[in-house]
């Protein structure tokens, strides 16, 4: 079975540094990797996705990750954060041996970005 | 463009009465559809998915029920809510493989709280 682990609970970074959220996972065959944030009270919105080609990934509002397949991660980033970063993030995978395509989410990790 | 929408916003009810959560889904047709729960603000738990009209799989064996009597309406129900059934619910839809269109979609959710 598939799965995706986010090491950290939470991380805290202070703006204007530079941030990361660390994903693995395990998956059979190639995976299709996902990050989404989510703010308080609301619904999950998309940040970015790999599906193949570059390991580099660059997303919505500043966001980036490398896939890396060799260590089977998918880590986060930002060059430099703002408060207004400040969120709960998930990393997903989708389940391509299931007919529903379905995704897995790993646990969360809340971003706090002090100023 | 596609959009979809959740509702109530919040809810709360009795132990012991019923549940329904509608979720539906506009500009697309035919698409996989998802039910979540999200416990403690934390990690996601995959419900039910449904890949089709009246085609639905669950997840976890528990006290709730899903529905699709059209195809972009997902419907969550209870005939008697518990306690634990508090939480917050998030429906979300994803094209059909083929479609070229690799997203996932998510609803901004449906905080539930039994009393």
């Known amino acids: 079975a598939q799965s995706v682990a986010q090491p950290e609970d ?14 693995t996972y395990s998956v059979s065959g190639n995976p299709y990797l996902f990050w989404y944030v989510q703010y308080p009270n609301r619904g999950l919105q998309f940040l970015l996705k790999y599906i193949t080609g570059d390991n580099l990934v660059k997303g919505s509002y500043g966001f980036e990750a490398e896939f890396n397949k060799s260590q089977t ?4 980033k930002k060059p430099s954060a703002l408060v207004s970063d400040s969120a709960l993030y998930f990393c997903a995978v989708r389940d391509i041996n299931n007919a529903g ?15 | 463009s596609q959009t979809i929408h959740q509702w109530p916003a919040t809810l709360v009810q ?22 979540y729960r999200q416990a403690a603000g934390r990690g996601l738990q995959l419900l039910f998915y449904s890949v089709g009209i009246g085609q639905i799989s669950s997840e976890v064996p528990q006290n709730l029920s899903a529905s ?4 972009r309406q997902f419907i969550l129900s209870s005939k008697k809510l518990l306690l634990s059934d508090s939480g917050f619910y998030l429906c979300a839809w994803r094209a059909t493989p083929g479609q070229g269109y690799y997203g996932y979609t998510f609803g901004s959710g449906t905080r539930l709280t039994v009393v």
Request: glycine share 10%; aromatic share 6%; proline share 10%.
């Open chain 1, 73 to 76: 991660s998918f880590h986060l």
């Open chain 1, 10 to 23: 939470q991380v805290n970074v202070a703006e204007g540094n530079p941030l990361t959220v660390k994903c």
């Open chain 2, 68 to 71: 699709r009597p059209q195809d």
């Open chain 2, 14 to 35: 009795p132990v012991g009465s019923p549940l329904s959560l509608e979720c539906t889904v506009e500009g697309t047709s035919n698409p996989n559809l998802y039910w």
């Open chain 1, 101 to 115: 395509n379905m995704l897995t989410f790993g646990g969360g990790t809340r971003l706090m970005v002090k100023p």
